[in-house]
């Protein structure tokens, strides 16, 4: 499995930026993806997750509202689509492949987003 994340960036607070992770390697149906996201100084925490066969989706109670996470199962890719940055979203994000049952986790390179007020 290979996870390659892309999108991150410099953007103003309140602004936008759109985050992707393409997944190759197999097929994902029953699978987790979910984004997570490690500031300076501080532990990695969990940001968003899809159930890749439904689409359900869960997130973060600091993001609900104003981070969005899809996916495109052509593409087997999932977005990350963030609104209303603030400065306190600066970290690197990763995204992440959750096996079911195992609970093993695949993690791609992290890409950097940087909020500034």
Known sequence: ?????SGGGLV???GPLRL???ASGRTFTGYVMGWFRQAPGKEREFVAAIYWSGGT???ADSVKGRFTISRDIAKSTVYLQ???LQAEDTAVYYCALVV???LNTYWGRGTLVTVSS
């Open 20 to 22: 992707s992770c393409a």
């Open 57 to 59: 989706t869960t997130y």
């Open 12 to 14: 103003q607070a309140g």
């Open 1 to 5: 499995v290979q996870l390659q994340a």
């Open 82 to 84: 963030m609104n209303s």
């Open 100 to 102: 079911p049952v195992s």
